[in-house]
């Protein structure tokens, strides 16, 4: 099982991005898929997360501004990031869990390498 995220990059405070993470090696139409960052010096923390059937939530911080969506025909999730703040600089993670719809990080099991987002002020 492979995670390749893809679409980082830097943007100026007020900007949009859409990163997103295609799966390989197995069908996930039916786990629940999610994001995650982590800023230098910091904890990974929990960004958003959709269920397979399309149930979201997001993390106080981001609420509002980013919108996860998923295909299920290309095992693919996405992470539109709109209104961009310089405190959300980090590398974007994203991960698979097999059991769990959950903010934790141990309840996900496959995670892609990252892919970093610079919000510059």
């Known amino acids: 099982v492979q995670l390749q995220a893809s679409g980082g990059g830097l943007v100026q405070a007020g900007g949009s991005l859409r990163p997103s993470c295609a799966a390989s090696g197995r069908t996930f139409s039916t786990n629940a898929m999610a994001w995650f960052r982590q800023a230098p010096g910091k904890v990974r923390e929990f960004v958003a997360i959709?269920?397979?059937?399309?149930?979201?939530t997001y993390a106080d911080s981001v609420k509002g501004r980013f919108t996860i969506s998923r295909d299920n025909a290309k095992n693919t999730v996405y992470l539109q990031m709109n209104s961009l703040k310089p405190e959300d600089t980090a590398v974007y993670y994203c991960a698979v869990s097999r059991n769990y719809f959950g903010t934790s990080r141990g309840q996900y099991d496959y995670w892609g390498q990252g892919t970093q987002v610079t919000v510059s002020s």
């Open positions: 959709i269920s397979g059937n399309g149930i979201t």
